[in-house]
Each structure stands twice: as C-alpha cells, then as structure tokens.
Nanobody, 120 residues
Framework: QVQLVESGGGLVQPGGSLRLSCAAS????????MNWYRQVPGKERELVAS????????SYADSVKGRFTISRDFAKNTVYLQMNSLRPEDMAVYYC?????????????WGQGTQVTVSS
C-alpha cells in the first residue's frame, strides 16, 4: 500500500524559506518520478515541481523557477521541496504525488497535504 506523508509546512514571512518533506512507503521509491503539487481554494491543483527517478533532473513551473528546488534522498525514501524567496502567491496546500501504471491502468497517489502560509 503506497503511502505519502508530507511535513514541513507552516507560516513564513514573505521572502522567507521552508523545506517540505514527503516520506514515501509501499513502493520501489527509486524507480518513480516524484511530484509536488499545490492547491488553493477554488482553483485546480497545480504541478509545482517534478524529479526524475535518478534524482538528477528536476523540472519546475515557471512561477517557481529559480526559487524552489526539488530533491530526493534514496536512503530515506523521501522527496524534498526547498522553497526560498516565498511570496504571498505561493500560499497553498502542498501535496506530494506519485503515479504508477499497472496492467495498463494509471494510479495516482497523494499525501494528505501540508499547508504553507506566506504572510507578514
């Protein structure tokens, strides 16, 4: 059973930093692309960052490029999102995600989310 558990959210002032963590279990962590999404009320969930299975290549939404960094620790089965220079528009619930395919079917797994509040 796949489980994703996020942590690290909280209240931060504009310009501040936070690091989100997502601990994964129930899957062969090293073979999957891992993703971070975010969602604000009334809007669709937005893909923020992805990291490939090797942990070498990250990709980012234009809105966070140069400020956020995604990484993964294979020893801990954990993916991170380092968020710097935070802005009020970054305020959202952040979700960890992994997609698996089995017998031609797509399975989306999500964590419970962690709230990031950016406010002075």
């Amino acid at each position: 059973q796949v489980q994703l558990v996020e942590s690290g959210g909280g209240l931060v002032q504009p310009g501040g930093s936070l690091r989100l963590s997502c601990a994964a279990s129930g899957l062969t962590f090293r073979i999957y692309i891992m993703n971070w999404y975010r969602q604000v009320p009334g809007k669709e969930r937005e893909l923020v960052a992805s990291i490939d299975s090797s942990g070498v290549t990250g990709s980012y939404a234009d809105s966070v490029k140069g400020r956020f960094t995604i990484s993964r620790d294979f020893a801990k089965n954990t993916v991170y999102l380092q968020m710097n220079s935070l802005r009020p528009e970054d305020m959202a619930v952040y979700y960890c995600n992994v997609v698996r395919y089995s017998l031609g079917k797509k399975y989306d797994y999500w964590g419970q989310g962690t709230q990031v509040t950016v406010s002075s």
